[in-house]
């Protein structure tokens, strides 16, 4: 079973609008969860991070996370998107006991004018 | 800091040539990642290393893959002999800790013909 789940692999939405791009995590990783993001021919920077403590997580360019025990989920958001968020975005878990981070699938984010 | 730092950018090679790409990991860092990138599968992590002893090497696909890293500055992928199916882009990534925030270099786009 995947560790880390993204639901979507394409997110098509129009400039201003929010977005949420979804992540499930299962028992298998540990709670320290990242949102990566990857901009057209380069490498993967961090967006966000949760390790400990509140459970909204804000990042860099607007964006923000809940980590969600409950549902085990750890979506993004961003109330208004422009154009430069067109990227593809990973939502990865540190494997337990382990320095080694699971990544998702990936989900495309396409934000048309 | 520059960055992570990986040469070349670009490799063009043909079946059965030895191919080695190269990181330089942001200074201060102890650990170093290697990952693979393909449609098909994913990010994949290959190797990494903690104060340049290879911890993990589960995700290197056979014995043609081999990494090293001499000192603290430096690794090494190489490929030998490479195939078609090796085509992919490889990142390296540091990290100063281990909570999983790594740095990502730009990435070297393979192509094996």
């Known amino acids: 079973a995947q560790s880390v789940t993204q639901l979507d692999s394409q997110v098509p939405v129009f400039e201003e609008a929010p977005v949420e791009l979804r992540c499930n995590y299962s028992?298998?990783?540990?709670?320290?969860l990242f949102w990566y993001v990857q901009y057209p021919n380069q490498g993967l920077q961090l967006l966000l991070k949760y390790l400990s403590g509140s459970t909204l997580v804000k990042g860099i360019n607007g964006f923000e996370a809940e980590f969600n025990k409950s549902q085990t989920s750890f979506h993004l958001r961003k109330p208004s998107v422009h154009i430069s968020d067109t990227a593809e975005y990973f939502c990865a878990a540190l494997q337990g006991g382990s320095e080694k981070l699971v990544f998702g699938k990936g989900t495309k984010l396409t934000v048309n004018p | 800091d520059a960055g992570v730092i990986q040469s070349p950018r670009h490799e063009v090679t043909e079946m059965g040539q030895e191919v080695t790409l190269r990181c330089k990991p942001i200074?201060?860092?102890?650990?170093l990642f290697w990952y693979r990138q393909t449609m098909m599968r994913g990010l994949e992590l290959l190797i990494y290393?903690?104060?340049?002893?290879?911890?993990?090497d589960s995700g290197m696909p056979e014995d043609r893959f081999s990494a090293k890293m001499p000192n603290a500055s430096f690794s090494t992928l190489k490929i030998q002999p490479s195939e078609p199916r090796d085509s992919a882009v490889y990142f390296c990534a540091s990290s100063l800790n281990r909570d999983g925030t790594q740095y990502f270099g730009p990435g070297t786009r393979l192509l094996v013909l």
């Open positions: 200074s201060g860092h102890d650990y």
């Open positions: 028992s298998s990783v540990s709670v320290y």
């Open positions: 290393f903690n104060n340049n002893v290879p911890i993990d």
